[in-house]
């Protein structure tokens, strides 16, 4: 009863204050849970790059999620049932049964169907490519004196297995433009960028992943949402939240972050419904990836005793300049648990939707998202030493060290203990 009541009080707050129109709202809302597309959330490392004096970078080791990909069978299948809806939505509206506006209806009318989006390709998109082409290009310019002089062997290129991470390494190498680098195979079995992928029954073995998350289809926060496309669209049937989650696909997926276009299917969600739909996204990613589960943290401490190695060995003189792989959005977010980066003092939960909450799979996991550590050799006052610098997203991470610049003893007792993770718990889950 509380919860209709709060339904109602709600959709009656949507009806006085509901003209919203999204063509010209100027700063329309962007963060669209782990499907970003990566211009949204981007900041640029040749701005970026903290300054050091008396200092070189010396090595450079770098993860990245793949560039935006099309949709799998199931979601592209979804999607194009979806699509008859806009018949409808249309229909509403010339009978004056819809709050939608002129504009956003003319623009959604005018939206071209792309059946290359709904063909289950398993392939990188062609703005994926430009994502990851122009990422390995600001990194090339940001780091001319290290980039422009690697070869095959001092570097390392590797994606995880798939097409459209492979695609994605190779326009990454590409913009890095340097003809005399190899990009390595992908692994076939155990694979330390994917770790998760060797040990799978940890997510059955979760089964919060999915009590949370129906819990939340369930609340007040969410079934406002359906409510309120279902009267501002005029539509008279009720959306299913398999017919919620195909729209919101739709916007997602038909978004251009290279052309700055946003899709006019996002018009039939406001701001407050796209926050909800974003946190339904983190809801899912926290349980999966993140703090939700006690795995998640080994599985993201395989990459980092990686970055450990790399960077021990070039301080004593190894010769890789750059390591580069491409893998998973779940990577990324396993990684950043296992450094303990933007936990919530309060677990996520289907009862409690925090705005101000550090886990956000928009910015975490977008589409052509990374972390990025360089290695700088630093000499002050004849003594030679060495500090890392990190970045996300091309941005530095001023929260694991000072400044954002990490001594190398703090570099090693923050990273070392991973050096000797391993699979061997998951013989006993």
């Not at 496309?229 to 739709?250: E, P």
């Not at 703090?410 to 203990?417: G, N, S, T, V």
């Amino acid at each position: 009863m509380k919860t209709f009541l709060t339904l109602i009080i709600v959709c009656l707050f949507v009806d006085c204050f509901g003209n919203y129109c999204y063509w010209n709202t100027g700063c329309p809302y962007k963060y669209l849970s782990s499907d970003t597309p990566y211009n949204l959330v981007r900041g640029d490392i040749r701005d970026s790059v903290v300054k050091l004096k008396d200092c070189e970078p010396v090595s450079i080791w770098g993860i990245y999620k793949h560039g935006k990909r099309y949709p799998d069978e199931h979601t592209g299948k979804a999607m194009v049932d979806a699509i008859s809806f806009r018949k409808d939505i249309l229909s509403s509206y010339d009978k004056g049964r819809s709050s939608l506006c002129a504009q956003d209806m003319e623009n959604l009318r005018n939206w071209q169907f792309d059946d290359k989006i709904f063909g289950d390709k398993r392939d990188v998109t062609d703005e994926g490519r430009n994502e990851m082409m122009f990422l390995g290009k600001r990194l090339r310019e940001a780091f001319p004196d290290i980039l422009n002089g690697i070869n095959k062997s001092t570097s390392t290129f590797r994606s995880s297995k798939g097409m459209w991470l492979e695609n994605s390494i190779k326009e990454f190498v590409r913009g890095l433009g340097n003809k005399n680098v190899v990009i390595d195979p992908p692994k076939t079995d155990y694979d330390y960028i994917a770790p998760y992928l060797n040990c799978e029954k940890t997510f059955e073995s979760n089964p919060e992943v999915f009590v949370e998350i129906n819990k939340y289809l369930n609340t007040s926060d969410y079934l406002v949402v359906k409510d309120r496309i279902h009267r501002r669209t005029g539509m008279d049937y009720v959306l299913t939240d398999d017919n919620v989650t195909a729209l919101y696909n739709l916007c997602r997926y038909t978004w251009s972050g290279i052309d700055g276009k946003a899709s006019p299917w996002c018009a039939l969600f406001t701001k407050d419904d796209l926050q909800v739909l974003e946190y339904e996204g983190d809801l899912r990613t926290y349980y999966e990836n993140g703090y939700g589960s006690r795995f998640n943290e080994i599985f993201g401490g395989m990459p980092l005793a990686d970055l450990w190695s790399n960077f021990y060995r070039a301080r004593n003189g190894g010769d890789k300049k750059m390591v580069g792989y491409v893998t998973h959005g779940r990577s990324l977010e396993q990684i950043y648990t296992a450094l303990g980066l933007f936990k919530d003092v309060i677990p996520l939960s289907a009862g409690k939707r925090d705005p101000d909450r550090n886990w956000r799979s928009s910015v975490m996991s977008a589409f052509g998202g990374n972390f990025v550590a360089v290695l700088n050799k630093c000499t002050i006052s004849n003594v030679e030493d060495h500090n890392i610098v990190f970045y996300m997203n091309e941005e530095p991470i001023r929260s694991i060290c000072e400044d954002g610049v990490c001594s190398w003893q703090e570099f090693e007792y923050k990273l070392k203990p991973f050096v000797n993770t391993n699979f061997d718990f998951c013989q006993f889950i």
